[in-house]
């Protein structure tokens, strides 16, 4: 009866150390949040859960980000916020909203810089491009890499086939002020409204245009409202995968490289779907009644010429990336 008693306090001693140290490992675990402002369907949620998904099987399950669409953690600033204060470690954030921090970011939205969206990944090694990532650590934030959209087009009510289509036309643009040179350079009026009330908005007729890629075209089906497609190719919409400072400067050396490391497999693999994307999501608009409509391109070009001269004259960094693309 003596060796059960034994036998039995063993087991029990040994169950209490396994729970301890289940216990422990449960404890390290860090609950990280992402951030980001597009719809799941968007290649940018894809990529954020393929950096979230890569990171808690690389970790060991130490590292569990839960990932948060369509602003739900706030809208770009509020998320920039919050990554200051350490409260948001990663976020994927469009390279508009970054310029309100750095306005070297307002490169990337120069008209007519970039051929198509494959061009546009390559521009991103740039030293110039690497370089903005750079300067975020200034704002709390490092910049660990890019992720891409398809390039940006014109999805209209009525038909746009030049400039002159777009005159006093109310047109969803993305807050930042090249955006607003760039439509208002077009005659148009360019409006900011949070994507969830584009689809709405064109319904009532609020807007007439939507400034728009592929990926949240086909994402929100906002075709269904306003069916008339222009593919002017005006622009390209990268954002940056993002960390928080104060969180990276507390993690080890080991735990930068891993991170470094599942953010730049996801950077790579990110840039081969949105090129893959940016084809597929045509075909699935023209499918689904999105009516491509002949445009003259050039006189959207001429246009262009005198915002990207605006930009590159008022900064130097913005001059040496566009140099650099157009030299790709």
Avoid at 275 to 291: H, P, Q, T, V, W
Wanted: aromatic share 8%; glycine share 6%; net charge positive.
């Amino acid at each position: 009866m003596r060796k059960g008693l034994i036998r039995a306090l063993r087991s029990a001693a040994t169950a209490g150390l396994c729970a301890l140290a289940f216990g422990a490992t449960s404890a390290s675990a860090q609950a990280l949040k992402l951030g980001h402002i597009t719809p799941p369907s968007h290649v940018w949620h894809q990529v954020s859960e393929k950096i979230a998904s890569d990171l808690e099987k690389t970790s060991g399950g130490k590292m569990k980000i839960a990932v948060s669409p369509l602003q739900k953690l706030g809208n770009e600033a509020q998320m920039i916020n919050l990554m200051q204060a350490g409260a948001m470690q990663f976020g994927v954030f469009t390279v508009g909203g970054l310029s309100n921090r750095e306005e070297s970011f307002l490169a990337w939205s120069l008209p007519y810089t970039f051929r198509d969206v494959e061009h546009a990944t390559r521009a991103a090694s740039s030293p110039a491009a690497r370089e903005m990532l750079k300067r975020l650590e200034a704002h709390g934030m490092v910049g660990l890499g890019y992720a891409f959209a398809g390039m940006r087009h014109v999805l209209s009510l009525e038909p746009v086939r030049s400039p002159k289509d777009l005159a006093n036309k109310k047109i969803r643009s993305f807050p930042s002020p090249i955006y607003n040179d760039w439509w208002t350079a077009n005659g148009a009026a360019p409006t900011a409204l949070p994507l969830s009330e584009v689809a709405p908005s064109l319904t009532t007729r609020l807007l007439d245009a939507v400034d728009v890629d592929l990926d949240a075209l086909v994402g929100l089906k906002l075709h269904q409202q306003a069916p008339n497609l222009t593919l002017t190719n005006h622009m390209a919409f990268p954002a940056a995968i993002v960390v928080s400072k104060k969180w990276w400067d507390a993690r080890s050396d080991t735990e930068r490289d891993m991170i470094r490391k599942v953010i730049a497999d996801a950077e790579a693999w990110g840039y081969k779907a949105a090129i893959e994307a940016d084809k597929s999501n045509l075909d699935k608009a023209k499918a689904d009644g999105a009516k491509v409509i002949d445009a003259d391109i050039k006189a959207f070009q001429a246009v262009g010429g005198g915002v990207r001269d605006k930009y590159t004259a008022r900064n130097p960094l913005i001059a040496d990336f566009y140099k650099q693309a157009q030299d790709l």
